[in-house]
């Protein structure tokens, strides 16, 4: 299920808590803000996918996927090492 928040400076981030992580839709071409961003959450291993709708509005959709994919692959692949790394 997503749930959506609207953050104090009005940009809208969607959250999936049941596949922990968020999408967050960029509001200003401000990069610096947005960089920050993204090292605040990498450091805490929180996945947040930056959506620029106003860069490309037609292409954004098959954006969002094939991040939400490329995350998916990055958590089954650690998964999949931490189980072959186990002494049965």
Known sequence: ???KIVLESGLLTSTFPSWGMY???C????AKS???R???YTKNEVYVIFVQVYKEE????????KRILE???VRHSGIVKMFHSLKF
């Open 1 to 3: 299920m997503m749930r």
């Open 23 to 25: 999408v967050e839709v």
């Open 27 to 30: 509001g200003s071409e401000n």
């Open 34 to 36: 947005y960089e920050y």
């Open 38 to 40: 993204e090292q605040i």
């Open 58 to 65: 037609k292409k954004w959709k098959n954006y969002l996927v």
């Open 71 to 73: 995350i998916e692959e």
